[in-house]
Nanobody, 112 residues
């Protein structure tokens, strides 16, 4: 499977973005799905995860209440809706499937 993220761009503080991650060659169905981010000079961190089996979600404390992870009905795309963005949300955002497969990342920059 190949994962391709999109939707990252420069936004102002308080703005919103919706990131997408599309699966090619397979779907996200029956797998654990996660969004991660890596800021310059920092380790990659998980921000949101979604279980395709029971639709449960989890969020890091830093994004809880502002970000929402979801999928389309066909489990071909997963999304990360990001609201009330802060400069500290600036990072490259990656999606991951099944603890093995990663996308190439999409850059999000939030200006103060």
């Amino acid at each position: 499977v190949r994962l391709v993220e999109s939707g990252g761009k420069l936004v102002q503080t308080g703005g919103s973005l919706r990131l997408s991650c599309e699966a090619f060659g397979d779907t996200f169905d029956d797998y654990a799905i996660g969004w991660f981010r890596q800021a310059p000079g920092k380790e990659r961190e998980g921000v949101a995860c979604l279980s395709s089996s029971d639709l449960s979600t989890e969020y890091s404390d830093s994004v809880k209440g502002r970000f929402t992870i979801s999928s389309d009905d066909a489990w071909k795309k997963v999304f990360l809706q990001m609201n009330s963005l802060k400069p500290e949300d600036t990072a490259v955002y990656y999606c991951r499937r099944d603890y093995h497969y990663w996308g190439q990342g999409t850059q999000v920059a939030v200006s103060s």
